[in-house]
């Protein structure tokens, strides 16, 4: 008796302690399938971040040529009159081109000297007219100037282009090859920072295309979002979640809410269209009709985190203030509501980032025009940051997907600084 008794504790301890082993093995199997996964994940986003900073980051820089330009009086103003109509219609492509053939003399024939021509942007003209705009008295002078040359020699000179292709393959000819190596030797070939890139509105032409009035359309969008987005959305959860009875009615507009964070983004385009352009009659590719678009996207979001902010705050709170005399309204807004604020604001920037890469609404309500000047307000005619990189991204131009690459760049950095700034607000009123 005394033997099987002995050993019914022993043979218990050995089957726990073979358990224990089995789940200590399972545990170890478990933790290293998930630090696989997440090795994974950072080297798949490694991958895709380096894939776009190579490709973009040449987009940063821009091949510039060295023209000596000389501004003939008579070919810019005949009568010396200095009559702003009579600069703005002179021919600045002409000096561009006299220029060129000053350079390079032995150029004779009319299809090398169209060759000859494409080494330099045709901004090259432009730039040229708003110097004399800008200062007559350059009239009859003569000044070494920098200029942006051509797409194809700027990545003939970035390296995209192989110059040891047959010359059918390639955009960028032999003799084309040849005054840009002499251009190169003459020191009158160098790459700068691309200011345009950051400047300038849309362009057809690569070298003179930049984000400036994507940006600044992006940014009159999501104010406007903001501005409506956030103040309804908090007012509504505050109303479902603190004041409102609980019946069939709130019930059917939470069941409504959460089924508006799952629609389709276009759907909510198809809506903009239907009533703030055809019904209203609002301009079509302004910001104010993409921002009304946005805000209805983004008020389920808001809504639903802050609630679940609202519900966060310990009931304590709430019976606290009431004891000592609060009123139902003064709870709220003086107790709760600062307590639910941090993730409230996390919510909206989330919200934010949302509308920010947001393309297909703003698609539909026409913000996929090619808009070349810069918007002043939110009524001026404008694109978007998401929808300036669907569009360079469908052009041929090699020098398009390098732009398309800048621009995911930019907007990657635009998101992360809205992310940095829902912590930095998140910890101050958490200190708070």
């Given at each position: 008796m005394n033997n099987s008794t002995s050993s019914r504790p022993r043979s218990t301890v050995e089957r726990v302690n073979a358990n224990l082993t089995k789940r200590y093995a399972k545990e170890r199997r478990f933790k290293r399938m998930g630090l696989g996964a997440i090795i994974i994940s950072l080297m798949f986003l490694v991958l895709l971040f380096g894939?776009?900073?190579?490709?973009?980051?040449?987009?940063?820089?821009?091949?510039?040529?060295?023209?000596?330009?000389?501004?003939?009086?008579?070919?810019?103003?005949?009568?010396?009159?200095?009559?702003?109509?009579?600069?703005s219609a002179?021919?600045?492509?002409?000096?561009?081109?006299?220029?060129?053939?000053?350079?390079?003399?032995?150029?004779?024939?009319?299809?090398?000297?169209?060759?000859?021509?494409?080494?330099?942007?045709?901004?090259?003209?432009?730039?040229?007219?708003e110097m004399v705009m800008s200062n007559p008295d350059l009239i009859g002078s003569t000044v070494q100037l920098w200029v942006p040359a051509d797409d194809d020699v700027d990545m003939l000179i970035k390296g995209h282009i192989d110059r040891h292709k047959p010359e059918s393959d390639r955009r960028v000819k032999d003799q084309q090859i040849a005054w840009v190596d002499a251009l190169q030797r003459e020191g009158k070939i160098e790459k700068?920072?691309?200011?345009?890139?950051?400047?300038?509105?849309?362009?057809?032409?690569?070298?003179?295309?930049?984000?400036?009035?994507?940006?600044?359309?992006?940014?009159?969008?999501?104010?406007?979002?903001?501005?409506?987005?956030?103040?309804?959305?908090?007012?509504?959860?505050?109303?479902?979640?603190?004041?409102?009875?609980?019946n069939r009615f709130t019930d059917f507009i939470e069941v409504n809410i959460n089924n508006l964070a799952a629609v389709p983004s276009i759907v909510f385009g198809l809506l903009g269209l239907a009533v703030f352009i055809n019904f209203f009659g609002l301009p079509r590719s302004i910001p104010l009709v993409g921002g009304l678009v946005l805000t209805l996207m983004t008020l389920p979001t808001i809504i639903i985190a802050s609630r679940a902010a609202l519900?966060?705050?310990?009931?304590?709170?709430?019976?606290?203030?009431?004891?000592?005399?609060?009123?139902?309204?003064?709870?709220?807004?003086?107790?709760?509501?600062?307590?639910?604020?941090?993730?409230?604001?996390?919510?909206?920037?989330?919200?934010?980032?949302?509308?920010?890469?947001?393309?297909?609404?703003?698609?539909?309500?026409?913000?996929?025009?090619?808009?070349?000047?810069?918007?002043?307000?939110?009524?001026?005619?404008?694109?978007?940051?998401?929808?300036?990189?669907?569009?360079?991204?469908?052009?041929?131009?090699?020098?398009?997907?390098?732009?398309?690459?800048?621009?995911?760049m930019v907007l990657l950095a635009f998101l992360i600084s809205m992310n940095m700034l829902a912590v930095l607000l998140r910890k101050k009123f958490e200190k708070r």
């Open positions: 894939s776009i900073i190579s490709n973009g980051y040449g987009a940063f820089w821009q091949t510039y040529v060295q023209l000596e330009i000389h501004f003939e009086p008579e070919d810019l103003d005949p009568q010396g009159s200095r009559n702003p109509e009579v600069l002179a021919d600045y492509g002409g000096l561009v081109k006299s220029t060129l053939r000053d350079m390079f003399p032995k150029v004779k024939k009319r299809k090398e000297k169209r060759k000859l021509y494409d080494l330099v942007s045709s901004g090259a003209a432009f730039q040229l007219r700068r920072f691309n200011t345009t890139f950051f400047t300038a509105g849309d362009s057809r032409e690569p070298e003179l295309a930049g984000i400036h009035g994507a940006l600044m359309g992006s940014v009159f969008t999501l104010l406007i979002t903001l501005a409506l987005s956030f103040p309804m959305g908090v007012a509504a959860a505050i109303y479902l979640e603190e004041f409102a009875p609980t519900k966060s705050v310990p009931p304590s709170i709430r019976e606290a203030a009431l004891g000592i005399g609060a009123s139902r309204m003064q709870t709220v807004f003086h107790h709760v509501l600062p307590q639910a604020l941090p993730g409230m604001l996390t919510g909206a920037i989330i919200g934010m980032a949302q509308a920010l890469g947001e393309t297909a609404p703003l698609l539909m309500i026409g913000m996929v025009a090619f808009i070349v000047d810069v918007p002043a307000n939110m009524m001026d005619p404008a694109t978007a940051l998401p929808v300036q990189i669907y569009l360079w991204a469908d052009s041929p131009e090699r020098a398009f997907m390098e732009r398309t690459s800048a621009a995911i």
